[in-house]
T-cell receptor, first 118, second 115 residues
Framework: GESVGLHLPTLSVQEGDNSIINCAYS??????FIWYKQESGKGPQFIID?????DKRQGQRVTVLLNKTVKHLSLQIAATQPGDSAVYFC?????????????????FGQGTILTVHP | NAGVTQTPKFRILKIGQSMTLQCTQD?????MYWYRQDPGMGLKLIYY???????DKGEVPNGYNVSRSTTEDFPLRLELAAPSQTSVYFC??????????????FGAGSRLTVL
């Protein structure tokens, strides 16, 4: 059978708590980062992005922090709700010249499973 | 506005069979991508396209082929299915230009099992 989630980090929180999901990226040349949310049985959905010339960006109930010194990205979710339960992926963007075209390559992290308990 | 549509949602193949996963988008996006997602893992890029008639390999292209005859469609073909190709396949698209150029819109996924 499937072993979905066997290798993914997990985070369990109570409804109303704040959640912090961490991500370490690998390429110091990456200049753009995106957080995606993937609910069970669905494709990833865009949450928030940040460029490398920024340290912090806020959206609705979400904040992304970028620490380029240690190549670390975090997603903070305020007042977490049961509907926030999902797998969260960070993705880093870097140039990937290939085949004569310059492709901006998105590399996805492994993901973190967030479970919100009512 | 349907976004990115993938078919089929589920498929079981025998070893050595071939099939095509269909992907179409109605957002007039230039860039399209195929990813695979193995259990407990992130997404790996199989192939991508920057426009009609232009395709190129991603990280894990072996065993797959693609074509891009129109802006809307980007089918992924498996010629000789192997158990290692059991995975969930996601098609995605992006504008490729301007702010948000690299924000991908994903389809719902196609779950493929090779026995």
């Amino acid at each position: 059978g499937e072993s979905v989630g066997l290798h993914l980090p997990t985070l369990s929180v109570q409804e109303g708590d704040n959640s912090i999901i961490n991500c370490a990226y690998s390429n110091s040349a990456s200049d753009y980062f995106i957080w995606y949310k993937q609910e069970s049985g669905k494709g990833p959905q865009f949450i928030i992005d940040i460029r490398s010339n920024m340290d912090k960006r806020q959206g609705q109930r979400v904040t992304v922090l970028l620490n380029k010194t240690v190549k670390h990205l975090s997603l903070q979710i305020a007042a977490t709700q049961p509907g926030d339960s999902a797998v969260y992926f960070c993705a880093e963007f870097s140039d990937f010249p290939a085949g004569g075209t310059s492709y901006g390559k998105l590399t996805f992290g492994q993901g973190t499973i967030l479970t919100v308990h009512p | 506005n349907a976004g990115v549509t993938q078919t089929p949602k589920f498929r079981i193949l025998k070893i050595g069979q071939s099939m095509t996963l269909q992907c179409t988008q109605d957002m007039n996006h230039n860039y399209m991508y195929w990813y695979r997602q193995d259990p407990g893992m992130g997404l790996k890029l199989i192939y991508y396209s920057v426009g009609a008639g232009i395709t190129d390999k991603g990280e894990v292209p072996n065993g797959y082929n693609v074509s891009r005859s129109t802006t809307e469609d980007f089918p992924l073909r498996l010629e000789l299915a192997a158990p290692s190709q059991t995975s969930v396949y996601f098609c995605a698209s992006s504008t490729g230009q301007g702010y948000g150029a690299n924000v991908l819109t994903f389809g719902a996924g196609s779950r493929l099992t090779v026995l």
